[in-house]
């Protein structure tokens, strides 16, 4: 979801005509339209006062395949769904997000390095250049795209972040708890012998820090969907 954009998160490479009869690649028994077709846009939904689009969620589809490694062919209609509600969660968060700074080009980048190393290529390298660029064109995402998306994400999360951080704290008795009724009997049952707690103290403590964290993150998102407007304009996304 570009600042910016009027038409809503992120444009597509072809403006997409999602599960109709257009040509393209076939997508959980619908229709995801081959990179730079040429089809009429539309409204799938309104979150508050943003629009959604086909085109918008052809490419978060694009995108979230890309990121897990999803062959176009093999996404569902659960998929699709799964892609609406991101869509919708983050106009959500965006209305929140009133001053929050960009994302710097490092962080892009840093990013981006990350998802090219779970297909095995790396950056300035010619031969993995060649594959990377290769396969975004296979996901029907530009370079360009590709960072519009990337950066709207990790402003999406720097600002989930900043928001939950302060509301999650961790007891040292729920740290000695997780190693005594959870690590330790884990281990134990695999036949190993578990680690001291002093050592792995700190990374139970992470642990439970991201634990909370999800729920609480889940607990706001939960609020702010019963507080904002979300109306459906396509039984597709339902």
């Known amino acids: 979801m570009t600042s910016g954009k009027k038409s809503g998160r992120w444009m597509a ?3 997409l005509a999602l599960f109709c009869g257009t040509a393209g690649a076939e997508v959980g028994g619908a229709l995801l339209p081959a990179a730079g077709a040429e089809v009429v846009d539309r409204t799938v939904a309104v979150v508050n006062s943003h629009l ?9 589809m694009r995108f979230e395949a890309l990121e897990n490694q999803r062959p176009l062919k093999d996404l569902t209609e659960a998929d699709r769904r799964t892609a609406f509600d991101h869509l919708v969660q983050d106009w959500l968060l965006r209305d929140q997000m009133q001053g929050t700074l960009p994302a710097s080009e490092a962080d892009v980048d840093t990013r981006i390095t990350a998802i ?4 095995s290529t790396v950056p300035n390298v010619e031969d993995d250049d060649a594959k990377w660029a290769a396969t975004l064109d296979r996901y029907g995402l530009s370079p360009q795209e590709l960072r519009s998306l990337v950066a709207s994400q990790l402003e999406v999360l720097r600002f989930l972040e900043l928001r939950v951080r302060p509301l999650v704290q961790v007891s040292r008795q729920e740290v000695d708890d997780y190693y005594a009724n ?25 642990l439970l820090e991201e634990q909370k964290m999800n729920d609480e993150m889940e607990k706001w998102l939960n609020t702010l969907r019963a507080q904002g407007r979300v109306r459906i304009l396509w039984d597709g996304v339902r």
């Open 116 to 119: 090219r190393s779970t297909w």
């Open 13 to 15: 490479v072809g403006v």
């Open 182 to 206: 959870t690590l330790a009997p884990q281990v134990r049952a695999q036949g190993q012998s578990p680690a001291p707690e002093d050592e792995v103290s700190v990374k139970i403590r992470e």
């Open 52 to 60: 959604v689009t086909w085109s918008d969620l052809d490419e978060q």
